[in-house]
């Protein structure tokens, strides 16, 4: 498999892109390089690795046609076989714990249009964490544990973002009613108005998970990003991240994303058309056009927490620190509190899930 590290032109050793310097900062030498400088090094190293494995191309040409099945990939640091997801798109090796980019994944449909780089911090996205538990009681012993934190993962996951030009052709009728007494008589006025709403309207950055192996719900928790840092997409940031690829393709998102620009448009027209006692829809079309359609990186820290039996999960936005999370509450400990047992019921409010443009 065709894989892409990212070294320290310095000293060679692996490196990682550093959210708090907006650099890649090595932690051997300490030198720092941008972007640009790193994109043109890669190069370098790929055709390196073309020339000196030219055995293995054959065997690579042999994984792209299997690719379902052999989900390994050979460390270019220590030799070791790591085996990832079928959707990882960057990782670290599991032994030398270099970064590593799957560049294969990366490629023809999978290859990502925009990129959120990380703004916070492995460091920042720890503190998060730990100001949301804060002083909560009840929480088992080993939540906020050093081996727990040390769990925090900053990832890339994989969106859908589209852009639409919409159409707008809306008649309807609105009443006014005024009632008034005067001279022991009750005198009723009704105005009646022809409201006209015509035009094109952009509705831009409609966003759904491109991804179904974890909760939306919880990353609607953390949502909205700010579109306007998206970036045209570039593999250095991905190194000393974990990054995954979409496994819900665009055909089977369109239904889900268009469900949402029409709950958007219901919502912009309710909106327009305040001031009167009823209103009725004469006409109501909506025609709705494609402007552009981006497979995004979003950047988020996922912390996840067992505990009899169920997983619990943590998560910042990797752009503005926005967190959102599930409490695991010690039964012991709430036992041995009150001396009786309570059954809880959570009642989670989404804020932000609704509309996240
Ligand atoms: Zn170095
Ligand atoms: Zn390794």
Known sequence: ????????????????????????KCDFCLSEYDEVELSNQRENIDETHAHEHTHEHTHEHRVDEDMGVLNSYHCKSCGAEVVTDETTTATFCYYCHNPVIISNRLKGEFLPNKIIPFKIDNKRAKETFLNWVGRKKFVPDDFTSQSQLEKITGIYLPYWWVDYKADVDYVGEGRSIRVWRAGGREYTETKQYEIVRKGEIDINNVTELAFTKINKDLLNGIGPYDESEAIPFSK???????????????????????????????????ESIQGYNNVKNIRNLIDLDVKSWNYTLLPAWILTYSYNGKTYVFAVNGQNGRSYGELPLSRKRMTSAFGMIFSVVFIVLLLGGMFIW
Do not use: W
């Not at 065709?2 to 892109?17: D, E, L, N, V």
């Open 1 to 24: 498999m065709a894989t892409t590290s990212y070294k320290c032109p310095s000293c060679g050793a692996g490196i990682h892109y550093k959210p708090a310097y907006k650099k890649f």
């Open 236 to 270: 250095p940031y991905l190194s000393g991240f974990f990054a995954e690829q979409y496994d819900i393709g665009r055909e089977k998102i369109e239904p889900t994303i268009e469900e949402q620009v029409n709950r958007y448009y219901k919502y912009l027209i309710n």
